[in-house]
């Protein structure tokens, strides 16, 4: 796909890796509708796209809500014409044990919500944006792309049940799209992270980022920018759909 003049939304494109995706995504050419519930981190974005001479616009939304995204998704076309593409990459953590014991008796265990707000978030909200950005693909008649972005934890990763279990989804809405949306011209395809440089990790414990960055064949975190690049491969190779890339530096959980 020819990014010049298209335009793509990212969910959770305020900050972090979405911003990055932003900006590699913008100096290619692309007109961009991010896509956050956190306002001054938005406006905060815009600034810096547009100091960089990148077209955005922001549009608040939460990817749980389906009245909220048809809002959006409706905003952007009034605003910027018909989506040529959307990254769904919002995402939250709520970290825990399924159950946890001590001296074989149980002190916790994860809690419902912990468990649902992940799922609503990282599973829901990829169907729900998804949904709507391939219907107004569709409706224009004209060819997109869909990146979502799972993570190599989808194939399962100590205190993170809800987590590994969202992002497996994702993987799996990958294919599925795939197959389905091809008679339309429409591409979809995932990129699965490893351990990032972003503002989750930056609040680790040092010990705790030296011990994940020593288990990395490459012996480093990742970068933004790398995972940006990989979502901007996607877009740009005409024959990859249904795929999910790992970037992990060669980590495999």
Not at 11 to 20: D, V
Not at 180 to 195: K, Q, S, W
Request: aromatic share 4%.
């Amino acid at each position: 796909m020819t990014l010049d003049n298209t335009t793509i939304a990212i969910t959770g494109g305020a900050r972090g890796l979405g911003l990055a995706m932003a900006e590699r995504l913008g100096r290619a050419g692309a007109t961009l509708a991010l896509l956050d519930m956190d306002g001054e981190c938005l406006d905060n974005a815009l600034g810096a796209l547009h100091a960089a001479g990148i077209a955005a616009s922001g549009f608040s939304v939460d990817v749980v809500d389906e009245g909220s995204v048809r809002e959006a998704f409706a905003a952007i076309r009034s605003t910027l014409g018909p989506l040529g593409g959307l990254v769904n990459n919002a995402g939250i953590v709520r970290d825990g044990l399924l159950v946890k014991a001590k001296d074989g008796a149980v002190t916790e265990t994860m809690s419902l919500a912990q468990w649902q707000q992940v799922i609503d978030v990282n599973l829901t909200g990829v169907f729900l944006c998804g949904r709507e950005a391939a219907a107004q693909m569709i409706d224009a008649g004209r060819p997109g792309v869909i990146v979502n972005i799972s993570s190599i934890s989808r194939a399962g990763n100590m205190g993170q049940s809800n987590y590994a279990a969202a992002k497996a989804g994702v993987a799996a809405l990958t294919v599925t799209w795939a197959r389905e949306l091809a008679r339309h011209d429409i591409r979809v395809g995932a990129v699965a992270p490893g351990f990032i440089e972003t503002e989750m990790t930056a609040a680790m414990r040092d010990d705790m980022r030296e011990r994940i960055a020593a288990d990395v064949p490459l012996k480093r975190l990742g970068q933004p920018q790398d995972i940006a690049e990989s979502v901007a491969f996607i877009f740009e190779n005409p024959y990859f759909t249904g795929r999910v890339i790992e970037c992990d530096g060669g980590l495999r959980l």
